[in-house]
């Protein structure tokens, strides 16, 4: 007698599609905001030209003018290539946001044109440029000149935003990067036009499961006059308490809460032993209550939000 057996059943694996799984073509803008860079820009656009000769990818380098009292625009202009001139400064973000929006292709490369960013990493970016929305040159290579008195406002800004994105973030404000365009697209409403420009879109990206890769890259020591200023630290660290609190507000109220309400608690304790409740005691505790009720409401309005956005643009 044969015994039939039923045959195991095909095991299929579908791949889940995505917007952001496009491939894109091969083709890359390359973007340079340059303010009072005369008499670097040509040197910088010199080697970006020589570095991408040597690689498959169509591109265009487009030289952004953000108000120059010098002859950057003109120095820029006799390499041939494109350049866009503000009519006053209007800062790094705005001529970052200019140059994206002029770009022709879908990947967009950002890198400064003072020298402190190695043409020669624009390949090893471009390497990873497939199933990524954001590929970062974080400043950890071998070489990594970062001024010392930078460095501690650098590591707590690093460390409180790797903290409220919930992940590790190796270089928060990185001026070299390659970026989908749709991905600046899709957070534009939020990127300032100062320095924060980098900061928001690390921010942005990271707090919504966005695919980042950051590869390690030398940083040198600039040339000319560094435009950063110590009043920069505070307002990235307000930028990064903002875009937090706009994506997740519960990494902000949440602990906001257990301090209040630990000093209140603690204080009723010891009122407690003292046998009179004060109203110090009952205010930290209700403050505490406050605080996470209105972290609630704007985490819930965070995620409709989000999902709006989402909706929209078919991610």
Not at 46 to 53: D, T
Not at 225 to 240: C, E, N, V
């Amino acid at each position: 007698m044969i015994e039939n057996t039923p045959s195991a059943p095909a095991i299929l694996i579908e791949e889940t599609q995505e917007v952001r799984d496009r491939e894109l073509s091969q083709a890359v803008t390359i973007i340079l905001p340059a303010f009072n860079e005369g008499a670097h820009v040509a040197g910088q656009i010199q080697a970006v030209r020589s570095i991408m000769n040597g690689t498959e990818w169509v591109y265009e380098i487009v030289v952004v003018d953000d108000g120059s009292s010098d002859d950057t625009g003109l120095n820029a202009a006799s390499e041939g290539i494109r350049v866009l001139r503000h009519n006053k400064n209007r800062g790094y973000g705005a001529a970052l946001k200019r140059g994206i929006a002029a770009a022709q292709y879908d990947w967009v490369m950002i890198i400064d044109a003072d020298g402190t960013y190695p043409s020669a990493a624009l390949p090893l970016l471009l390497e990873h440029a497939s199933g990524n929305d954001m590929v970062v040159g974080a400043r950890t290579g071998a070489i990594a000149k970062v001024p010392f008195v930078r460095r501690p406002a650098k590591w707590f800004l690093g460390s409180l935003a790797s903290y409220l994105a919930g992940q590790k973030l190796p270089d928060l404000n990185s001026g070299l990067r390659l970026m989908r365009k749709e991905l600046v697209d899709m957070y534009l409403h939020l990127l300032p036009s100062g320095f924060s420009f980098t900061t928001t879109i690390t921010l942005s990206a990271a707090c919504n499961d966005h695919d980042v890769k950051y590869v390690p890259i030398d940083y040198h020591a600039r040339l000319g006059k560094s435009k950063i200023r110590p009043r920069h630290a505070y307002d990235f660290l307000l930028l990064i308490l903002r875009t937090i609190v706009f994506f997740n507000p519960l990494k902000v109220f949440i602990p906001i809460g257990l301090i209040l309400a630990s000093l209140g608690l603690g204080k009723f304790i010891y009122d407690i032993t003292l046998g009179n409740i004060s109203e110090s005691a009952l205010l930290g505790i209700l403050g505490a209550l406050i605080v996470w009720a209105v972290g609630l409401l704007a985490d819930q309005n965070a995620r409709i939000h989000s999902q709006n956005v989402r909706a929209r643009r078919g991610w």
